[in-house]
């Protein structure tokens, strides 16, 4: 079995470095391998390897981030866009870039947009001291909607022309200028994808119940508590750099579990590796199928996402029925 797991792993480790020998080399302009070193070229290169790397932050990122919020609320639905956690912190950034906010302080003006997007969800949810699954999925997709129309608005009244530069930002680019932005947001994410594999136990006994966790041993409440605020700072961090994308943390996860089972310890490592090359395939096809016209990332994500989506719920429903 283990070899098979590592054998496994190799194929993803292989597919990643594929995509991303295809994302330097291919874009509105192909530049062959022997070339892409040459000193005219270091500029494409910088900007593409920029791409390259933040798609593989991101994408490990946020497919890191749905695992978590899965076994936390034991539904496979759950991820940072759909309840409402990547919309928060998206208004997070654009009040901060209206009101003037430094751009260091805009991690953690996203961070607390997450933030109050996730206790908006849990109050709408909250029925007594329940919160069942079903409503809180559909509060946030609802705090979702009326936090991107709230950003809609803000961008529409705003004279400020940096808010108006925000809009493509906001479908999802991997367009890095700030290396030392990609930087910190890049530690907080491999540090906070560590603390979720430290957690893969835990997690592996959340995803069976929480009375089942709390006999084995699992401080249920606070590690949910503590998983959650990780993930949305995950997020935050994540929309600072490449806006709102959705769908990479409720895809990756799920093809998943269907190749290397349920167990975190592995589903984790395979699933950051799989975003990671879904994230950077999904921004290559965004630049070269329409070239030189650019589609932005999030478009592509949503186009495949919203199928799975639909199917998910509706595998969902036989469950239940049966």
């Not at 302009?29 to 593409?48: A, C, Q, W, Y």
């Not at 539904?75 to 209206?98: F, K």
């Amino acid at each position: 079995m283990r070899s098979v797991g590592r054998q496994r792993m190799s194929f993803f480790i292989f597919v990643l470095l594929s995509v991303v020998l295809a994302g330097l080399i291919k874009g509105s302009v192909d530049v062959p391998l022997g070339e892409l070193f040459h000193p005219e070229n270091r500029p494409l290169l910088s900007l593409r390897l920029f791409r390259v790397l933040a798609g593989i932050v991101a994408g490990s990122g946020l497919a890191a981030c749905g695992i978590a919020l899965q076994a936390i609320l034991r539904n496979p639905l759950a991820e940072p866009y759909l309840l409402g956690t990547s919309s928060g912190a998206g208004l997070g950034a654009v009040l901060a870039v209206i009101l003037g906010i430094g751009q260091a302080f805009l991690p953690l003006s996203a961070f607390i947009g997450a933030l109050v997007s996730a206790v908006l969800v849990y109050s709408i949810a909250r029925q007594g001291y329940r919160i069942p699954i079903p409503s809180l999925i559909l509060s946030g997709v609802v705090v979702s909607v009326a936090f991107s129309g709230i950003i809609v608005f803000l961008i529409s009244v705003s004279s400020n022309e940096a808010v108006h530069g925000l809009m493509w930002w906001l479908w999802g680019s991997l367009d890095v200028y700030d290396p030392r932005l990609l930087s910190a947001v890049s530690l907080v994410v491999l540090a906070g994808i560590a603390v979720l594999f430290v957690f893969a136990q835990d997690l592996n006994a959340l995803s069976l119940g929480e009375e089942e966790a709390h006999h084995l041993g699992v401080q249920t409440e606070r590690v949910k508590t503590g998983l959650f605020i990780l993930t949305s700072l995950m997020t935050a961090c994540l929309v600072c750099v490449t806006g709102i994308i959705g769908f990479v943390g409720l895809i990756v996860p799920h093809l998943m579990r269907m190749v290397v089972g349920p167990n975190h310890k592995t589903l984790l490592p395979a699933s950051c590796l799989a975003g990671a090359s879904f994230l950077v395939g999904c921004d290559l096809i965004g630049r070269t199928v329409f070239s030189p016209v650019e589609i932005p990332i999030g478009v592509i994500t949503a186009v495949v996402g919203a199928p799975v989506f639909i199917v998910l719920m509706k595998m969902q429903h036989r469950v239940r029925e049966r």
